[in-house]
């Protein structure tokens, strides 16, 4: 079910539509918020925008990573996939 929230985010609020509950989505603003400060805290004194388009980088960066990490896992599963199958077929 589509739900409209509004939510604050870098000191704007914004109504967005979502399928998210409430609270996932408040788990994603708050890691959003947690990269904004530590952004801040190496770059003081960086206007908005930048500090936007570093929050975007820094997430597009643990996106890929994560998706590099679930690939290299999704294929040792089907090396030992295809080692128990060969085990298997030893057995009968």
Known sequence: MEN???IEIFGEILQIKTTKDKEEL????????????EIEKVYPSLE????????????????F???KWLKDIQKKA??????????IKKLK
């Open 26 to 37: 408040r788990e994603v603003i708050s890691h959003i918020e947690e990269k904004k400060k």
């Open 78 to 87: 089907e090396e030992i996939e295809f080692e128990l199958e060969e085990e």
């Open 48 to 63: 908005p925008l930048k500090i936007a388009i570093l929050v975007m980088l820094h997430l597009a960066d643990e996106l």
């Open 65 to 67: 990573t994560y998706r």
């Open 4 to 6: 409209t929230l509004s």
